[in-house]
């Protein structure tokens, strides 16, 4: 992990069923909101698909996560090479704020900021069901998160179901039962 990729590397929870976490990528701020909005884009950090910008329109999201990184890693067992899900724009405002509904796992809110050359990026995953979906997304947005910020910076991320589960754990261990 670079020190563009984390102001504190681990997401927190800001309330209790509510995860936040920021990383400082390398700029310009058009640049990351295409890497949030555009599917070709989108798809080498996190989830194909087309979204419309504007709010209240459905889309889905389709991970395939073999294909973040090369090796991808170990997949762990009961976890598909393909998972998709509906989505639904809650807001859409370029190039600073996006938010979607995150299938019947939360909502999931983005907000980027200019600073010096680089951009804040600050997700909030909230309305997590229950705790096993918090761990779920926490590892999972940290190591996409973690992606992209190789992406944005021209480098070769870790393995990502390798990282993914090494995130898991220490999520599991820094989240209250």
Known sequence: ???LAAPEPYGALVEPATLKVERR???PIDRVWAYLTQSDLRRQWLASGEMQ???GT???LTWRNDELTDPPGVRPEGMGAVHS???RLLAFDPPHRLAFTFGGAGEVRFELA???ADVRLTLIHSRAPNRSTLLMVSAGWHMHLDVLAARLADRRPEPFW???ERLKSEYDRRLPA
Request: aromatic share 10%; hydrophobic share 20%; proline share 10%.
């Open 25 to 27: 990528l390398p700029g």
């Open 1 to 3: 992990m670079t020190e």
């Open 85 to 87: 899900q509906e989505c």
């Open 162 to 164: 390798d990282g993914w």
């Open 53 to 55: 910008p504007k709010t």
């Open 114 to 116: 200019e600073d010096g």
């Open 58 to 60: 459905s889309f889905e």
